[in-house]
């Protein structure tokens, strides 16, 4: 197995992880959205270790992916391969911050509960401020995502390295999901759901094509050829 197919193994699992592990940190740390989370959260404290240690292997994740696909994206365009790089290191900024709110939020559950007398005030106060920053974070987290895979998905494109369908879909994707992400999650105006499933979706299919079938054997020859010259 040469390098460029252990490279294709390891960033379709690496994407299928990213995805995976948030979604499955949502059944351990329901107990944030419930309404005497200031209580509920120190009750649960093993599951909400659980849930931030799931984000930190998604924030692995995400940074690990373009790090991988640098040097065969750089073949092709070595500006958009670092600004993918950089793209996805900016977006893990978030899930970083994220994972400090909500053990910060552990911290003041176990606060108030230990407290002899609570100012209720104080604690709802600093909790909601969490939960904000939490919200706030995970919607401004979604731009760099797209620019990233409007990026990666561009130069996929134009390198033929996998099908034009599927990058092309992952390109459509992007704008969709910053339709989405902009007009729902900021402003509201709409119900982003339904915009953020196609490039879900194209996630998972590419992390498939890339562990089945690899990158396109005849367009990296053709890179390694040019490189030559």
Same mark, same amino acid.
């Given at each position: 197995?040469?390098?460029?197919?252990?490279?294709?193994?390891?960033?379709?699992?690496?994407?299928? /992880?990213?995805?995976?592990?948030?979604?499955?940190s949502i059944l351990f740390i329901g107990s944030i959205y419930e309404p005497d989370?200031?209580?509920?959260?120190? *009750?649960?404290?093993? $599951?909400?270790?659980?849930?931030?240690?799931?984000?930190?292997? #998604?924030?692995?994740?995400?940074?690990?992916?373009?790090?991988? #696909?640098?040097?065969?994206?750089?073949?092709?365009?070595?500006?958009?391969?670092?600004?993918?790089?950089?793209?996805?290191?900016?977006?893990?900024?978030?899930?970083?911050?994220?994972?400090?709110?909500?053990?910060?939020?552990? +911290?003041?559950?176990?606060?108030?509960?230990?407290?002899?007398?609570?100012?209720?005030?104080?604690? $709802?106060?600093?909790?909601?401020?969490?939960?904000?920053?939490?919200?706030?974070?995970? /919607?401004?987290?979604?731009?760099?995502?797209?620019?990233?895979?409007?990026?990666?998905?561009?130069?996929?494109?134009? +390198?033929?390295?996998?099908?034009?369908?599927?990058?092309?879909?992952?390109?459509?994707?992007?704008?969709?999901?910053? +339709?989405? *992400?902009?007009?729902?999650?900021?402003?509201?105006?709409?119900?982003?759901?339904?915009?953020? /499933?196609?490039?879900?979706?194209?996630? #998972?299919?590419?992390?498939?094509?890339?562990?089945?079938?690899?990158?396109?054997? +005849?367009?990296? *020859? $053709?890179?390694?050829?040019?490189?030559?010259?």
């Open positions: 197995m040469n390098s460029n197919r252990k490279t294709a193994i390891i960033v379709g699992v690496l994407f299928i /992880i990213a995805t995976v592990a948030p979604i499955t989370y200031l209580t509920a959260v120190s *009750a649960n404290e093993n $599951q909400v270790l659980i849930g931030a240690l799931l984000w930190l292997v #998604m924030t692995a994740a995400i940074v690990s992916i373009p790090i991988f #696909m640098f040097p065969i994206l750089k073949k092709y365009n070595e500006s958009l391969a670092l600004g993918y790089v950089g793209a996805r290191i900016f977006e893990g900024f978030f899930p970083a911050f994220n994972i400090i709110s909500l053990l910060s939020l552990l +911290s003041l559950s176990r606060e108030f509960v230990n407290a002899a007398a609570p100012v209720a005030s104080y604690f $709802q106060t600093s909790g909601a401020i969490i939960l904000s920053a939490l919200d706030w974070s995970s /919607i401004l987290g979604g731009f760099p995502f797209v620019l990233g895979a409007l990026t990666l998905n561009y130069v996929l494109y134009k +390198s033929k390295l996998i099908p034009r369908w599927l990058s092309g879909w992952g390109f459509i994707g992007g704008v969709l999901y910053g +339709s989405g *992400a902009l007009a729902g999650d900021m402003f509201g105006l709409i119900d982003p759901t339904i915009l953020f /499933i196609a490039l879900a979706i194209q996630e #998972m299919a590419l992390a498939v094509w890339l562990i089945v079938k690899g990158f396109n054997s +005849s367009a990296i *020859a $053709q890179s390694e050829k040019l490189e030559i010259k």
